[in-house]
């Protein structure tokens, strides 16, 4: 069973940072095949706000690029959103998900989509 573990929401003033974080944790985890970050503001739909996928190519919405910044660390199965400019627009619950190939061995190796429980980011004006 693959687990994902958020960190790093909190309050923070218009115009601060944030780092949130994000670990995969698990016995079988066989390889990652895509990160990224969604986030569901009050009152709407899920949305992506960034991803990064094996090759190391990036995505993110296009009125945040240039904000926000999406990293990984292969080794520790690791995603983090850096928030530059925090604007109070950007209050929501960020969640992280992953797709993950996990299984005890070749044979029984299979890929899902993985979601965090998510972690509460405010922004005060």
């Known amino acids: 069973q693959v687990q994902l573990v958020e960190s790093g929401g909190g309050l923070v003033q218009s115009g601060g940072s944030l780092r949130l974080s994000c670990v995969a944790s698990g016995e079988n985890i066989y390889r990652i095949i895509s990160m990224a970050w969604f986030r569901q503001r009050p009152g709407e739909q899920r949305e992506m706000v960034a991803s990064?996928?094996?090759?190391?190519?990036?995505e993110y919405t296009g009125s945040l690029q240039g904000r926000f910044t999406i990293s990984r660390d292969i080794p520790k199965n690791a995603v983090y959103l850096q928030m530059n400019n925090l604007q109070p627009d950007d209050t929501a619950v960020y969640y992280c998900?992953?797709?993950?190939?996990?299984?005890?061995?070749?044979?029984?190796?299979?890929?899902?989509?993985?979601w965090g429980q998510g972690t509460q980011v405010t922004v005060s004006s």
């Open positions: 998900k992953m797709v993950v190939t996990a299984g005890r061995s070749l044979p029984y190796l299979s890929t899902g989509d993985y």
């Open positions: 990064i996928h094996t090759s190391g190519r990036t």
